[in-house]
């Protein structure tokens, strides 16, 4: 079965500051893909970022920054200097490969303040 | 980036009346497209699968009666919510999965941007 967490339900933070979104997963798969997506209040989903099974590679992407270790079953998420604008409810998500199913985490609400 | 356009952004019912969402893919084809419901501060959660002409494949403890979903062409799937109660208030998601010959369902899949339902 198929499984994501995020353990923070809410992160509170002030501008500027740099903030980690934590996500673990399960799955037995050997080939999934884990995704990041950001929900503003608006409502829709903001892709962010994919990443498969076999590239642990860390990314970076402007302020944001992904680290996937497989030994821990981890995707995190690090904004950096964090705005404003970053508040917004963010969710990591798995899909097995060939499986058409995303498995989401409860999100995780972060709020930046000025 | 690919494009799913959702309609109405929200909507605002009287219980016992039916509703339709539309999800559309603006610039690719669709043969797969997902439908999700969303409880205010909850995760997403999967209702169905609908690929263009067939029948939806519905997750457990969705009525399929209660959550009409078509997907007559490559870029438009329906979803109505029928008789629509109060406790069907929620924010629906739709996604769409572009048909790319040779990947199969290995292609990324792009959300629309929601439609808040609220049955009064």
């Known amino acids: 079965a198929q499984k994501v967490t995020q353990a923070q339900t809410e992160i509170s933070v002030v501008e500027k500051e740099d903030v980690t979104l934590d996500c673990v997963y399960e799955t037995r798969d050997t080939t999934y893909y884990l995704f990041w997506y950001k929900q503003p209040p608006s409502g829709e989903l903001v892709f962010l970022i994919r990443r498969n099974s076999f590239d642990e590679q860390n990314e970076i992407s402007g302020r944001y920054s992904w680290n996937f270790q497989k030994s821990t079953s981890s995707f995190n998420f690090t904004i950096t200097a964090s705005q404003v604008v970053d508040s917004a409810v963010y969710f990591c998500a798995l899909r097995v490969y060939n499986f058409n199913k995303f498995y989401f985490g409860s999100g995780t609400k972060l709020n930046v303040k000025p | 980036g690919a494009v799913v356009s959702q309609h109405p952004s929200w909507v605002i019912c009287k219980s016992g009346t039916s509703v339709k969402i539309e999800c559309r893919s603006l610039?690719?084809?669709?043969?797969?497209m997902f439908w999700y419901r969303q409880f205010p501060k909850q995760s997403l959660m999967l209702m169905a699968t609908?690929?263009?002409?067939?029948?939806?494949?519905?997750e457990q403890g969705v009525e399929k009666d209660k959550f009409l979903i078509n997907h007559a062409s490559l870029t438009l799937s329906t979803l109505t919510v029928t008789s629509a109660h109060p406790e069907d208030s929620s924010f629906y998601i739709c996604s769409a999965r572009p048909f790319i010959s040779g990947q199969g369902m290995n292609t990324e899949a792009f959300f629309g941007q929601g439609t808040r339902l609220t049955v009064v």
């Open positions: 610039d690719f084809q669709a043969t797969t």
């Open positions: 609908s690929n263009e002409g067939s029948k939806a494949t519905y």
